[in-house]
């Protein structure tokens, strides 16, 4: 347990934000694993919609959100070869 005030005052933050913070990066990992179980439109414009939520709210890394679009964008990709 943290014994200076600012260390208690940090603690209280980080539990606060991570309690905001938690629903979304949750919606974000499940409409991805959603996205790669059954590859579909709507799947994909959900999957992208909770990635950019994410990145707005700095949950995630724009980078690490361009990467996942990419490899979602790549199954579709893949479905319509076939």
């Known amino acids: 347990m943290p014994i200076l005030s600012s260390a208690l005052k940090a603690l209280r ?7 905001i913070n938690r629903p979304v990066k949750s ?3 499940s409409m991805i694993d959603a996205m790669r179980k059954a590859p579909d439109l ?4 959900k ?3 909770a990635v950019d939520r994410a990145v ?3 949950i995630i890394h724009k980078n ?6 990419s490899q979602l964008s790549k199954l579709l990709v893949g479905l319509a070869k076939k």
């Open 47 to 49: 999957a992208f919609s």
């Open 56 to 58: 707005k709210r700095h």
């Open 13 to 19: 933050q980080t539990k606060r934000k991570t309690a």
């Open 42 to 45: 709507t799947n994909l414009s």
């Open 64 to 69: 690490k959100a361009a990467r996942v679009k």
């Open 27 to 29: 919606r974000a990992k």
